[in-house]
């Protein structure tokens, strides 16, 4: 399964790392792809086997740092 989330704020790649660490961490997250536009908003995209819950995804990206861009 593939999810699609913005990510605000991330600047370098030890941005992208943190991110990455943090989703991975996530049960069933198989691999994590981010498209880093520095100081902007990122598209970062997850694999997993199952849908992962947006709130899960949120808590993972907030717990490195950062925000998830929601269509609020």
């Known amino acids: 399964m593939e999810q699609q989330v913005i990510v605000n704020g991330m600047t370098c790649e030890h941005c992208v790392r943190a991110v990455t660490e943090e989703l991975t961490a996530i049960d069933g997250v198989s691999d994590v792809h981010i498209e880093?536009?520095?100081?902007?908003?990122?598209?970062?995209?997850i694999l997993s086997e199952d849908l992962v819950d947006p709130?899960?995804?949120a808590a993972a990206v907030d717990e490195a740092?950062?925000?998830?861009?929601?269509?609020d």
Request: charged share 5%.
């Open 65 to 71: 740092g950062y925000q998830v861009v929601t269509g």
């Open 55 to 57: 709130e899960l995804i």
């Open 36 to 45: 880093l536009v520095s100081g902007g908003n990122s598209p970062v995209t």
